[in-house]
Nanobody
């Protein structure tokens, strides 16, 4: 089992920045990748970013448009999502996810086995 705990959400004005963190504990030794998803009220949970746990591969959703950066600290079993130039439409609950096994794409919820409880991000206009 892997436990994921997100932090760093909050209220920010449009154009501002937030840095989300997700700390993993438990059986983290076989992590293949971690990702961030978000879910706005009344909408489906959607992919935002992902990173493989070895190497340098990162993946982003089109809506990121260069504003978000995903990174990791393997020693701390932590993944981060730096979000800049935030827009009101970025308002959502942001979820961290982890998979211990390969999946053909990291851009889908199906790729991930473990999920955090989410952290609220609210961007005011």
């Amino acid at each position: 089992q892997v436990q994921l705990v997100e932090s760093g959400g909050g209220l920010v004005q449009a154009g501002g920045s937030l840095r989300l963190s997700c700390a993993a504990s438990g059986r983290t030794g076989t992590t293949y990748a971690m990702g961030w998803f978000r879910q706005a009220p009344g909408k489906e949970r959607e992919f935002a970013a992902a990173i493989k746990w070895s190497g340098t591969m990162t993946y982003y959703a089109d809506f990121v448009e260069g504003r978000f950066t995903i990174s990791r600290d393997n020693a701390k079993n932590t993944v981060y999502l730096q979000m800049n130039s935030l827009k009101p439409e970025d308002t959502a609950v942001y979820y961290c996810a982890q998979t211990p096994v390969y999946y053909y794409t990291l851009r889908t919820k199906s790729a991930y086995v473990y999920w955090g409880q989410g952290t609220q991000v609210t961007v005011s206009s």
